[in-house]
């Protein structure tokens, strides 16, 4: 008999497995399937929580600079509370440590831990420590949202534009996957002060992750390569499939884009924002128009976990 | 230059040191140093955020049950959430897995948690999943306290009576390292009836558990040989030191205590209980009256992490 292995049914083939096999009671807004899960707390707050486990030689190698490495395991998670809308504010961190690690690693680590800590506010109030054969941080993060302020992947409408943050980067060569700045400033900005239909972090890929928001949405999209903010270095290949770029990709209704546009060109937004395309209705199709005004589709695809 | 490692200063060493590295606001109670951090929530509660990685070939074999691992998973933050006084509500649930691992292992491993899940009605909201060389299991866990309920290691008092639920085992050979049921009722039970001073969950030993009382309290304490309930299979040495019985060790005032052993007695608690001894205002001073009413000095140890 031949027995099914994980990288037969990858990463998304797993999440759905997983989501069948658990249930959830009236106080979850939304589970598994964005990039924090919602949950009730106050008259007029959520509760938002959300893990990322970075492991050694699968998304870091140990000669990396460990306070970078710190950095990356906790901005992981601050990206996810962004583009959820919300503010972090607790975090747990578990560690797995090979016993003959170096001290000055770990203190290099957290480090880096500490330092974005500060910078966004954030406590770190637990976690857990093991012997490992591999460096393993599993940083688990929760955060909060106004009710009025939380944007999931599941409501892009029909029509809406679609918008990211900052330019697309090969992050591998540039060290931006190690070091980047979570959207956290922007998108709470832009939750504020626009109405954001939808709203994801790019860390898979920009077609990857666009497809998250049509998927969860059941919706379509047709975006433009003359529209897309890339550095000069960067291959297209790379700005539609590369990870790591934690900007923000979110939608808004015609009407509050041309305002968001307005806005933009009276100086009112300090960071960089471009229009990349539209959402349209056919569920689950990206039509990319290239530079020569040449349509095609292309599959939603990106960083492969498995 | 001779460069420190992990193995030289041990888990406590580095959880020292990363406690000296981070920096907390007012809205954390309780951080680093308890079963689980506190966290204010609501006028009359407390948030209680627990976390704690299982790794193969440390904590469990892959040629295990994979529904037992599942389930001891989560049942270790079950049991540090009971620690408290809490509820368990909603876990996030990050999982390494090698690319060739059998989806039937999976799906058992979820199995096991979706099982445990279902008996203490915690919420499975999200998660993370990698590829990872051994499998990875780390589970943070949300619940909640009400403020009068909540107990601390940190607040044992001099003349305390020390107590333990249940009786213990060498784990490794019954299997109750797997397969053991979080004392939750019975924790929600005494937080109500009675003014519990201080609490732990014994995973790492009694002895060392006992010590973390005494560290966090300023205190030492006075055991009895003749008071320790353990299976007839089990040495002295494994009650003491021996890790993963998940028992609550609990002290409270002399008539508090008066009064529990009173309910005892009249059959009103339905889960055993037994005075394994007393607090001491000796700091960190663990005294052993063995069997012959001979008095040592224990040493405040148990599992090494590292």
Do not use: W
């Not at 699968?58 to 990206?79: D, E, P, R, W, Y």
């Not at 504010?89 to 003959?100: Q, Y």
């Not at 919706?219 to 390569?225: C, D, M």
């Amino acid at each position: 008999m031949k027995l099914s292995t994980i990288n037969k049914i990858g990463e998304f083939g797993l999440i759905d497995m997983i989501k069948k096999m658990v249930k959830l009671d009236a106080s979850v807004v939304k589970g598994i399937g964005d990039d924090a899960a919602v949950l009730n707390f106050s008259r007029d707050k959520y509760l938002l929580l959300t893990s990322d486990m970075l492991i050694e030689d699968v998304h870091f190698k140990c000669t990396m600079q460990a306070s970078n490495i710190g950095h990356k395991a906790l901005a992981c998670s601050v990206s996810d509370i962004a583009a959820m809308g919300g503010i972090p504010k607790n975090a747990v961190i578990s560690l797995g440590l090979p016993t003959s690690l170096e001290i000055s690693f770990v203190k290099d680590l957290y480090k880096g831990i500490a330092n974005i800590a500060k910078k966004f506010k954030i406590n770190i109030v637990g976690g857990d420590t093991n012997r490992a054969e591999k460096i393993i941080i599993d940083v688990t993060l929760l955060g909060e949202v106004e009710k009025k302020n939380l944007v999931l992947r599941s409501t892009a409408k029909t029509g809406d534009l679609i918008f990211i943050t900052g330019s697309l980067e090969e992050t591998l060569k540039t060290g931006k996957h190690l070091t980047f700045k979570p959207r956290l400033k922007e998108s709470r900005f832009l939750v504020k002060n626009y109405r954001i239909n939808s709203m994801i972090d790019i860390s898979d890929g920009l077609a990857q992750d666009l497809g998250h928001i049509l998927n969860e949405s059941h919706k379509g999209a047709v975006i433009y390569q003359r529209a897309i903010l890339k550095n000069k270095d960067t291959s297209l290949k790379e700005a539609l499939y590369g990870g790591e770029n934690y900007e923000l990709l979110f939608t808004l209704s015609q009407s509050q884009a041309r305002r968001l546009l307005r806005d933009k060109a009276k100086g009112k937004i300090k960071f960089p924002i471009s229009e990349i395309g539209s959402i349209t209705k056919s569920k689950n199709k990206l039509i990319f128009i290239d530079a020569d005004n040449k349509e095609k589709t292309l599959k939603l695809r990106g960083f492969r976990h498995f």
